[in-house]
């Protein structure tokens, strides 16, 4: 299926909204539809969108998948409250850290996190909605990725031949599909959204399992969990398009207090880039690499390495995983 592409310097946001709104509305009909707000610019655009097009019509939920970064689930929730969003907050966080156990391929992790989503955790929700149509945030980019074979990105099904109604039991809706993600900020400001949101930096579907090289446990989660904080505190500033800390599966050799610490490894990210489509290392000062490096050493358990990717998209990802 060919995707008509609206670059961001060619969108005319009031008319994109205008024609979404009105699309939204005719394939709901008069039933109902949910969505899953995750924070991230694209799923805030796209709950924001369904709230102007069905009203109390949408049911929008926040799925607590364990993945998520230190307080996200309630600041995310408060935050769509003020804009007048009823936001549900879901505990799923035993069935996904269930479902993830074992599991150290790349693609295998990936796809248990989409069924679990899909399949587990909004199918029980869709059947207790009675619900026909799911609004996701699936842009442009995650089609091309996952079509080419670079990264099964969560939210892509048609593209791939897979019939969310069969597999799934709901329809589908992808109102950012011709978007980038420089077209869904400038959706998002149109939108009211505030800056903290459309210009926020993007984070992962699969959240902080994208950021775990082998396999996710509630007890690495929480290593990964402490290193990104220290990570987003310390880059925040930078103007960079995204930075991440990725948390490595061997151990290695380090010293402490005289005695060797066989410990973890963090590897830092931070990309400049428009569009995720390609991207370069951020040439960061040496004083804030160092700082950060020694924040992570001392604040995070187990760490005794922080290394700093230097590889630019391609031939590298943005995410590890």
């Not at 369904?50 to 949408?58: D, F, I, T, V």
């Not at 996190?113 to 009675?130: E, I, M, P």
Request: proline share 5%; net charge negative; hydrophobic share 40%.
């Amino acid at each position: 299926m060919s995707i008509h592409e609206i670059a961001a310097a060619d969108l005319n946001v009031k008319q994109f909204i205008e024609e979404q709104v009105e699309s939204i509305r005719q394939a709901v009909g008069d039933g109902w539809a949910i969505n899953a707000l995750s924070g991230g610019v694209d799923s805030s655009a796209v709950t924001m969108l369904g709230h102007k097009a069905l009203g109390n019509r949408l049911k929008t939920y926040f799925v607590d998948n364990a993945l998520m970064r230190e307080g996200e689930p309630q600041r995310v929730v408060a935050l769509f409250a003020e804009l007048g969003v009823p936001v549900e907050l879901i505990d799923a966080r035993d069935e996904f850290l269930a479902a993830l156990r074992g599991i150290t391929d790349p693609e295998e992790k990936r796809e248990a996190v989409t069924q679990t989503f899909y399949k587990t955790v909004f199918g029980r929700l869709v059947r207790a909605s009675g619900a026909k149509h799911l609004l996701q945030g699936t842009i442009l980019t995650d089609v091309d990725e996952t079509v080419a074979g670079i990264k099964r990105q969560h939210n892509v099904f048609e593209q791939l031949g897979i019939d969310p109604q069969e597999a799934f039991g709901y329809h589908i809706l992808e109102p950012l599909i011709q978007l980038r993600k420089d077209g869904v900020r400038k959706l998002a400001a149109g939108l009211g959204l505030p800056k903290s949101i459309y210009d926020r930096m993007p984070f992962p579907g699969p959240a902080l399992a994208a950021r775990i090289i082998g396999e996710v446990t509630a007890e690495r989660l929480d290593i990964v969990r402490k290193a990104t904080a220290i990570t987003e505190e310390e880059l925040e500033d930078t103007g960079a398009f995204q930075y991440m800390a990725i948390l490595h599966e061997d151990r290695v050799t380090g010293m402490r207090d005289g005695q060797r610490d066989f410990g973890l490894q963090i590897e830092i990210r931070c990309w400049d880039s428009v569009d995720a489509r390609r991207a370069t290392p951020t040439r960061l000062p040496w004083e804030t690499l160092e700082r950060l490096a020694d924040r992570i050493l001392t604040g995070v358990p187990g760490v005794v390495s922080v290394t700093y990717g230097i590889a630019p998209k391609p031939p590298s990802t943005m995410e590890v995983v």
